[in-house]
C-alpha cells in the first residue's frame, strides 16, 4: 500500500498488515504530490502538483520521467490519476475541464471533456467505463473507453462531492466532505451510507479521498483525523 504525504513531500510504503516498510522522495524531485498509481510492470506515477507534471518513477532503474505535455495545449494542471485494464492513465486537467488520456507507454493518445462540466475532482475506471466527479455540479459524467459521454448522473442531494469509487456490482460511492460521511448509491437512489463527523474510528472530519482496492477493501483519506480508515464492503 502507497500512500501519497503531500505536505512532506514523500510517499510512504506499508505492508498487507498495515505496518510501515518505507518513505520515498524521489530523489527530492516531489513537490506538492497529491495523486499516485503504480502499473502493471511496477512503476509509480505520480501527480507532482506543485510542478504542475506527472511523473514516472522506474525503481529498478533509478529513472524518473515526467510524462510529455509538450503536445497538449494549453497547458494543463494535472491532479487526480487513474488507470484502466489495458494500462491506459487517465490524468484530470483541473484547469481545463478535460481528462487527458496516455497510451500504457505514456505517449499522450486523447483527451475527454463534458461541455456541460464545471470541472472534474475525481475520475476512476471500472468494467470499460470513466466515471468523472464534477463537485460544482454534483454530476458524475459517464464516458465509454473511447471517451464517449455515455450517461451522467446528478446528486443534487448532496453538500460537497470530492471524490467517487465504483463497486463491481456498479454501486457509486461518494464522498461528501462537508457531510463528513459516504454515500452509497444505486442509481439515484442511496442505498447505505459510511461513517459520520467525529474523532474516533469509523468516524471522519473532512475526508478527502476514497479509493476501492482488492477483496472489497475500501480506504477512506481522512485528512482531518490524520489517517487513512479501512473498511470491508460485504
Known amino acids: 500500500i502507497y500512500v501519497v504525504d503531500t505536505m512532506n513531500n514523500r510517499l510512504i510504503s506499508y505492508d498487507k498488515n498495515y505496518n510501515f516498510i518505507s518513505q520515498f522522495n524521489a530523489e527530492g524531485k516531489l513537490n506538492l504530490p497529491v495523486s499516485m498509481l503504480k502499473d502493471k510492470k511496477g512503476h509509480l506515477i505520480v501527480t507532482n502538483k506543485g510542478e504542475r507534471n506527472v511523473l514516472v518513477i522506474y525503481l529498478k532503474e533509478r529513472i524518473i520521467k515526467p510524462l510529455d505535455f509538450s503536445k497538449i495545449h494549453p497547458r494543463p494542471a494535472p491532479s487526480r490519476l487513474a488507470m484502466d485494464e489495458n494500462g491506459r492513465l487517465y490524468v484530470i486537467d483541473g484547469a481545463y475541464k478535460r481528462i487527458l488520456i496516455f497510451s500504457d507507454d505514456y505517449r499522450f493518445i486523447g483527451e ?13 475506471v471500472v468494467s470499460n467505463r470513466i466515471y468523472a466527479l464534477d463537485t460544482i455540479l454534483k454530476e458524475v459524467f459517464v464516458f465509454d473507453i473511447q471517451g464517449n459521454l455515455v450517461r451522467s448522473l446528478k446528486f443534487k442531494s448532496l453538500d460537497f462531492p470530492v471524490s467517487l469509487e465504483v463497486d463491481r456490482r456498479g454501486y457509486l460511492y461518494i464522498l461528501d ?15 447505505g451510507e459510511i461513517g459520520r463527523k467525529g474523532w474516533k474510528e469509523g468516524k471522519f472530519y473532512y475526508p478527502r479521498y476514497v479509493y476501492m482496492g482488492n477483496k472489497d477493501i475500501l480506504y477512506v483519506v481522512d485528512t482531518g483525523n490524520n489517517r487513512i480508515e479501512v473498511f470491508k464492503i460485504k
Open 177 to 191: 466532505a462537508h457531510e463528513d460521511k459516504i454515500y452509497i448509491f444505486k442509481g439515484h437512489k442511496i442505498i
Open 112 to 124: 475527454i471533456k463534458a461541455p456541460q462540466a464545471a470541472g472534474f475532482s475525481d475520475v476512476k
